[in-house]
Structures are given as structure tokens and as C-alpha cells.
């Protein structure tokens, strides 16, 4: 398995969850659950992702301002999620903010699988390609578990 394939699984996780939380109302119990799955399922990735993949990209001159792009993606991600965590979920506002992140994730994830991985492949080799898998999954299963 190569980090593309890796991240690639995990993105049609979150792609997943964020459909389903676009789909509740109010202050439910299923709201509440979906939203801390997305939160927590976005924060590992993005933390084991910059590791196992944007800081060996920002080390090539061909990716780097790619990884440097991707990494500030995250930032406005994690800036969302801290709107929502201060919002109310039965606001309407809670919907609209959700609704935000739905388009900032699902925005990143196309342009990492459209633009970054291809450019990536370039910069990386095959072995490294690997490797990183190997060290995305660790991280993320130390994530998960922290």
C-alpha cells in the first residue's frame, strides 16, 4: 500500500461521516456523535497526514508550496471546528458553520487526490511511497488510541 492509498481510505471515511452529519437535525444525540466522529476522525488525520506526508514533501523543492498549501488548509479546517465546538447545536448557525466545513474538507480532500498526490508521486520515490504508508498508519492508530 502505498501514503496515497493510505489517505485515500481515510478520506472516503470522512467523506462518509460528513454526508451523514449534513443529514441530522437539531440538538440530537445522532448530531452530537456524528459531530465528535468528524472532529475527532479530522484532527488525527490532519495530525498523522502533515507527518507522514507534507513534512517529507516540504523537504523537495517540487512539492514543498503544495504541503505548505495543504497544511494551511488544515489550519481553516481546525478553525471551523472551533467555531462548532462553541456553537449550539440546535443553532441554526451550528447547520450553516457545519455546512462550511462540509465544503473546506470535501474541498481539500479533492485537491490532495486531484492535485497534491499526483505531484507527490513525482517528488517521492517508490520505496518512500511505502514507507510513508507505514508511518501514516502507525500515527494514525496512535491517534485513534491517544
Do not use: C
Request: avoid cysteine.
Amino acid at each position: 500500500m502505498t501514503i496515497f492509498e493510505a489517505l485515500r481510505q481515510d478520506h472516503d471515511i470522512q467523506r462518509d461521516l460528513l454526508a451523514r452529519l449534513m443529514e441530522t437535525q437539531g440538538d440530537s444525540e445522532e448530531r452530537h456523535a456524528l459531530y465528535r466522529q468528524v472532529r475527532d476522525e479530522l484532527k488525527h488525520h490532519a495530525a498523522a497526514e502533515e507527518r507522514a506526508l507534507y513534512i517529507p514533501m516540504m523537504a523537495i523543492d517540487l512539492t514543498q508550496e503544495k504541503a505548505r498549501h495543504s497544511v494551511a488548509e488544515h489550519h481553516e479546517i481546525d478553525e471551523m471546528i472551533e467555531t462548532l465546538d462553541a456553537t449550539d447545536y440546535a443553532s441554526p448557525g451550528w447547520l450553516a458553520n457545519a455546512k462550511k466545513l462540509n465544503h473546506l474538507v470535501l474541498h481539500h480532500l479533492d485537491e490532495e487526490e486531484q492535485e497534491v498526490f499526483q505531484l507527490a508521486g513525482r517528488g517521492l520515490a517508490s520505496e518512500q511511497k511505502t514507507a510513508l504508508a507505514d508511518d501514516y498508519l502507525e500515527e494514525m492508530a496512535r491517534q485513534r488510541s491517544a
